[in-house]
């Protein structure tokens, strides 16, 4: 079974890159047909998409965060990355990576989920 497990410092200094890591286990991220997610929940607020990188590594962002976000992948380790700039508190949030499901007629949706992790921005 495809399991996801988040990774990174639980805490980010205002103004600095916040930078997680997925492992993915069970699946690789360049099968075919797969795409890789990152979404977020702020305290007190809903999900929130993030961003994608899919199976030959092209990469889509929320047009919200597309400014300050970069996904990456290292196929050698079944790794995709996530890379916030230029942080502040309200980046605060328990962020999870994903497995996304594309059906035919554009149904789509996150079918795996990490158990997500919780990056607090502060000083």
């Known amino acids: 079974q495809v399991q996801l497990q988040e990774s990174g410092p639980g805490l980010v200094k205002p103004s600095q890159t916040l930078s997680l890591t997925c492992t993915v286990s069970?699946?690789?991220?360049?099968?075919?047909?797969?795409?890789w997610s990152w979404i977020r929940q702020p305290p007190g607020k809903g999900l929130e998409w993030i961003g994608y990188?899919?199976?030959?590594?092209?990469?889509y962002y929320s047009p919200s965060l597309k400014s300050r976000t970069s996904i990456s992948r290292g196929t050698s380790t079944n790794q995709f990355t996530l890379q916030l700039s230029s942080v502040t508190p309200e980046d605060t949030a328990v962020y999870y990576c994903?497995?996304?499901?594309?059906?035919?007629?554009?149904?789509?949706?996150?079918?795996?989920w990490g158990q997500g992790t919780l990056v607090t921005v502060r000083c």
């Open positions: 994903a497995r996304d499901r594309i059906e035919a007629g554009s149904n789509w949706y996150h079918e795996v």
């Open positions: 069970g699946a690789s991220i360049t099968t075919n047909d797969y795409y």
């Open positions: 990188i899919n199976y030959v590594g092209s990469t």
